[in-house]
C-alpha cells in the first residue's frame, strides 16, 4: 500500500494536470462559440437584401438604410417629362369621366324606345293568328261591300229591264244515288255569287297570311325593342372608353416609372446568395470546431496526468520518501549518487 506522501504527491500532479485541462477546454469551448457567433454574422450579411438605385429615361429609384445597413423604405419618381405627361392625361380622364356620367340621360331616348316597342309588341301578340285572320275578313268583306252591292243591283236591273228576272236554268234532277240535283237559277245572278265566292276564297288565303304577318310583326317589334336597350347599355360602357383610355395611358406612364425600382430589386435580390452563405457558415463553423480540439489540447496537462499514472512515478516517489530515505537508480545502492557513487543521505 502506497505511504501518503506518494499518494499525496501522485494526486497533486492528476490535479494539477487535471486543472490544466479543464482551463485549456474551457478556453477552446469560449474561442468556439466566438468563432461560430462570428461565422453566423458573417453568413448573415452575405445573405443580406442589397438593392441598388436605377436611373432610367422614364424615371429613378432610391432606397433607404437604416443605420445597421437594413432597408427601411424605397421610393421612385417619373421623370418631370413624363410626369407633364400624366398630369395632362389625368385631365383628360376626369373629362371623359364627365361624359360617361351624363352618359345616361343622353342615352335614355333608346330606353324609351325600346320600352314603347314591348308594349307595341305584347299588343301585336295578344292576338292569335286565327283571330288576326277573322278580323281582317271581316275587314275585307266590309270594304267590298258597297261595290259588291252596286253589282248586285246593276244586274238585277238589267234583268228587269231585259223581262229575265224570273228566269231559271240549269236544274238537275236527283242523282242516282238518291241526293237531290242542282236547283235552277238565274245565269247572271249564279255567276255573280260565284265570283263572290272566288273572292272569298282568296280573301281567307291573305287572311292566314295577315295572322302569321302580325304574329312576325310582333315578334320583330321586341327583338328590335331589345337591340334599343343592348345600344342603351353599350353605349353607357363605351361612354367610359375615353376615361379608361385616358387613365391607362397615365398608369402606363406610373408603370414605366416604377421599373427603376423593380431593376433595383431585381439585383438585389440576385446578390443574394442564401447557398454560398450556407457553405460559408458550414465551412467558418467546421474550423471553429477544428481549431477548438486543437485549442482544448494542453501537452503540459497531458503529460502530468500520464506521469501521474505511470506505476514507475510512483514507485520513485515512494523509494525517495519511503523505504530507505533515498532513491534507487538500475546499477548502484541503495542511497548512492548514480554520477559520483557516493551515499546520498537527507
Partial sequence: MPDPVTGAIVGGTQLVGGLMGGRSAQKAAEAQAAAQRDAARISAEEARFRPVGITTRFGQSAFDYDPEGRVSGASYQLAPEFRGMQERLLGLAGQGLTEAEMAPGRFAPLAGAGASLFGLGQEYLAETPEQVAAKYMASQQALLAPSRERQYAGIQNQLFQSGRGGLAVGGTGLRPGGGMGLSAANPELEAYYNALAQQD????????????????????????????????????????????????????????????????????????????????????????????????????????????????FAQGVSKMFGGGGGFATPGYGAGVNPMTGAPLGF
Fill in 201 to 312: 276564297a282568296a280573301l281567307a288565303a291573305s287572311a292566314q297570311e295577315a295572322g302569321q304577318r302580325q304574329l312576325a310583326f310582333g315578334t320583330g317589334l321586341f327583338s328590335t325593342g331589345a337591340q334599343l336597350y343592348d345600344l342603351y347599355g353599350r353605349g353607357q360602357v363605351g361612354a367610359l372608353a375615353p376615361y379608361q383610355a385616358y387613365l391607362g395611358g397615365a398608369t402606363g406612364l406610373e408603370d414605366l416609372a416604377q421599373q427603376p425600382l423593380n431593376v433595383g430589386i431585381n439585383i438585389g435580390a440576385r446578390g443574394m446568395s442564401p447557398a454560398a452563405a450556407q457553405a460559408q457558415l458550414t465551412g467558418l463553423t467546421g474550423a471553429a470546431r477544428s481549431q477548438a480540439s486543437a485549442d482544448a489540447y494542453n501537452p503540459f496537462a497531458s503529460a502530468l496526468q500520464g506521469l501521474a499514472q505511470n506505476p514507475m
